[in-house]
């Protein structure tokens, strides 16, 4: 049984490709975080070790020991893999040393299983000379080993890597897919379920994380209120928050990116309103805060914001100097008006 909701295109690819024995050395699986990635990843290696009739049934040993990460043949590499602790912690890149250990790994025969499987998390984060040893090993591809590359951003992947593997893209889901499926899997009850739906941006894992934790939703309330202020906040003040991010950023460019979306969403929300279809917003939870901001700005206004928020957030993914793309950002800004609806 595959446990990823949605994303039935990489399913049937991978499915065809399984039980047509057509199976790929390398696949990369990109989309944002929270999609799913992992838990597909994941799954394929349990398909490629299950002894069940129907694989990956996830009831088998080898399936339940994968569950588990406890089957000597699947290792999941990212930042916080091998080496001391206190090296792994402080580490901002996958190091040549992880791969080199990945290559000795994967010239044994499987210890245990039918195939060995390596999945690498956050591709991005691999060192120069990691991603050219990575490189040598996809090259020359050998028997019973399947690399999984797992990547939020594709864009800053060295290409030689990318063409070496099939790609599959994991998509958000619809907020009515990931309603249905904190209901059904997870029990969630139907309102809270609702809210996290819209909330999550189609980012299942996201939305399961916050169901069982509700410091998810309070920070998120926490960071749009931070964002409120700055709006309302003068230069001065807007850049030393962008101090506050880059030195983030330096340490954790997911925060700062999830940051960015928040961003993105409420003024994506103050259109809606705008256009009179409040009752499509994300932020459900907040329509009537919403409707009083909107009545502040024209619609040109809001477009154009949303635009440079768009902008900061890829500059940042192409790995744009951070500070001078956020002070751009903030000195955007629309000014709000002091008359209700303006038109000019
Ligand atoms: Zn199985």
């Known amino acids: 049984m595959w446990e990823v909701a949605g994303q039935s295109r990489a399913l049937s690819l991978l499915q065809r490709s399984l039980e047509g024995g057509s199976l790929a050395h390398a696949y990369l699986f990109v989309g944002p975080a929270h999609t799913g990635k992992m838990t597909l990843a994941v799954n394929l290696a349990q398909a490629l070790n299950c002894e069940g009739t129907e694989p990956p049934c996830g009831e088998c040993i080898p399936c339940q020991k994968i569950a588990s ?8 590499i990212d930042l916080g893999s091998n080496g001391d602790s206190a090296e792994a912690e402080s580490r901002v890149r996958i190091s040549v040393e992880q791969i080199e250990q990945l290559q000795h790994s994967a010239s044994l025969p499987p210890f245990e299983g039918k195939c060995k499987v390596f999945i690498i998390d956050g591709v991005e984060l691999l060192s120069i000379g990691a991603a050219n040893r990575l490189l040598k090993t996809l090259e020359e591809p050998e028997g019973k080993v399947v690399f999984v590359l797992l990547s939020t951003n594709e864009s800053v992947l060295p290409p030689t890597i990318v063409s070496r593997c099939q790609r599959v893209e994991l998509a958000p889901l619809s907020a009515g897919e990931v309603e249905t499926a904190l209901s059904s899997r997870w029990g969630v009850e139907p309102e809270k379920a609702r809210l996290l ?23 998120r309330a926490e960071w749009l209120d931070e964002m409120l202020e700055i709006v309302g906040a003068d230069n001065e003040r807007r850049f030393t928050y962008v101090a506050q991010l880059v030195s983030r950023f330096s340490q954790n460019r997911e925060l700062v990116q999830e940051k960015l979306y928040l961003w993105l969403e409420w003024w994506r929300d103050l259109l809606l ?28 206004q809001i477009r154009g914001f949303i635009d440079n928020i768009r902008m900061a957030g890829e500059q940042l993914r192409l790995n744009a100097n951070p500070q001078l793309a956020l002070e751009v950002l903030m000195l955007s800004i629309p000014e709000k008006s002091k008359v209700r609806n303006p038109t000019v």
């Open 197 to 219: 739906a819209r909330c999550s941006g189609g980012r299942l894992g996201w939305a399961v994380l916050a169901a069982g934790d509700d410091t998810l939703l309070q920070q």
């Open 273 to 300: 309103v705008k256009v009179d279809c409040g009752d499509t917003v994300t932020n459900v939870d907040r329509l009537k805060e919403l409707t009083g901001m909107a009545e502040g700005y024209r619609l040109g």
């Open 69 to 76: 990460a406890k089957h000597a043949d699947v290792q999941v």
